[in-house]
């Protein structure tokens, strides 16, 4: 999964994922990430403009929160089963 589309992925897998055909390890996995975090999140990989002076494009790149991080790697664990 990119991490492009974090948030809004883990969004529609929570949303869509069959927790009935999951494990029980699968399932706490997800929701003690979810607990971990602890607040909501609104997180951008990747942005970019034009800086309004000059109007060279800037970009910057930001990893993930670690708590968000864990989250998506354990909603991956959850759809690759």
Known sequence: MQRSIGLFAAVLIVSTVNVAAQTPAVISGVRAA???MGRQFLHAA?????HPRTGEW????APPPPELARLLEEL???VSR
């Not at 990747?46 to 034009?50: K, N, V």
């Not at 800037?58 to 790149?61: A, E, L, T």
């Open 34 to 36: 979810i607990a971990a």
């Open 58 to 61: 800037m970009s910057f790149d």
């Open 76 to 78: 991956e664990k959850a």
């Open 46 to 50: 990747r942005l970019g403009f034009h």
